[in-house]
């Protein structure tokens, strides 16, 4: 096997990999338990909202940056599940030609 062919072939099989854990991020979440525990991340992790909120300190408002990019962290992870979700659900056979591509953010 040649550098290119071996080069395609880790590139295919990482493919499936993604592929494969988009999938189980599907299955997880298509139940009625799964979307009720999305839902309830939305809201806990404050999806809808912004990140910058006036925290007290001291006798007045201000805005805390480390309070903000822990709240950032969060909500992160939620998005990073709602993109998987997004992906669609594909065979192995099916990756190699795949119309759509995984791209990384």
């Not at 880790?10 to 009720?36: I, M, P």
């Not at 903000?68 to 192995?92: F, N």
């Amino acid at each position: 096997m040649t550098t290119d062919e071996t080069i395609r072939q880790k590139d295919l099989e990482k493919r499936r990999q993604e592929q494969r854990l988009s999938n189980a991020y599907q299955r997880a979440f298509a139940t009625e338990d799964g979307r009720a525990v999305l839902e309830d991340l939305r809201q806990l992790f404050r999806l809808e909202q912004r990140v910058f909120t006036p925290v007290r300190q001291g006798g007045h408002y201000g805005y805390d940056p480390l309070t903000a990019a822990l709240a950032d962290g969060a909500r992160g992870v939620v998005i990073y599940i709602q993109e998987r979700l997004a992906t669609k659900v594909q065979g192995d056979a099916n990756i190699e030609n795949a119309p759509d591509k995984v791209i990384k953010p």
